[in-house]
């Protein structure tokens, strides 16, 4: 039963140009969510995070958008960066269970020069 | 000044056998995690420890075992390996913050992982 869902496992942007990165999730009980980043042989690093009594959260070139009507959220990247190339995985918490979170299986985001 | 760490980063073993992965924090945390990865790349929480203490213990095989010596250390035994237990291992540290009102937020720092095959 997968509660946070990246249907896309990979993505591919041209350098300069935005990427667009999609995560669903189907527990309405959700009400925190978050962006990790992880390249190879390393453990994923914390990015973005946006609670949801807000629709939108803005960290430099990164912004996370929430629709929770539609139960979706996404990463933009704008301009991307080769340095941007990594797994991006998303995460949602339970009102209440800050410490559990459920992970999507992550979209590979390959920037090209 | 590795801010989590763990040992080994990689490990090969035979089924049956016992293995220890260990995770170190020096961020002054609270809270420890271990995560395991699976083929499938989700990262699922397998256990939770809040200073010293047992809080999360997800749908885990009793063959796993942590044991958090100080809240600094939180350490995973696996008794009797079996071939589906290769994974990647996670260990992850948090930071108890307490904004407006009742709402926490913890951000989870990882470890590089620990890549267990079990032949």
């Known amino acids: 039963d997968q509660q946070v869902k990246q249907n896309s496992p990979s993505l591919s942007v041209q350098e300069g140009r935005i990427s667009i990165l999609n995560c669903d999730y189907t527990n309405s009980m959700f009400d925190y969510f978050l962006w990790y980043k992880k390249y190879p042989a390393e453990g994923p690093t914390f990015l973005i995070s946006?609670?949801?009594?807000?629709d939108k959260n803005e960290d430099g070139r990164f912004t996370v958008f929430l629709n929770k009507s539609a139960k979706h959220l996404s990463l933009h990247i704008v301009p991307s960066q080769p340095g941007d190339s990594a797994v991006y995985f998303c995460?949602?918490?339970?009102?209440?269970?800050?410490?559990?979170?459920?992970f999507g299986s992550g979209t590979q985001l390959t920037v090209l020069p | 000044d590795t801010a989590v760490s763990q040992t080994p980063k990689y490990l090969v073993t035979q089924m049956g056998n016992d293995k220890s992965i260990k995770c170190e924090q020096n961020l002054g945390h609270d809270t420890m995690y271990w995560y395991k990865q699976d083929s499938k790349k989700f990262l699922k929480i397998m256990f939770s420890y809040n200073n010293k203490e047992l809080i999360i213990n997800e749908t885990v095989p009793n063959r796993f075992s942590p044991k958090s010596p100080d809240k600094a250390h939180l350490n995973l035994h696996i008794n009797s390996l079996e071939l589906g237990d290769s994974a990647v291992y996670f260990c992850?540290?948090?930071?108890?913050?307490?904004?407006?009102?009742?709402?926490?937020?913890?951000?989870?720092?990882f470890g590089p992982g620990t890549r267990l095959l079990v032949l």
């Open positions: 946006i609670s949801s009594i807000k």
């Open positions: 995460a949602a918490t339970l009102h209440g269970s800050a410490r559990q979170l459920t």
């Open positions: 992850a540290s948090s930071q108890n913050v307490r904004l407006a009102g009742a709402d926490r937020r913890e951000t989870q720092y």
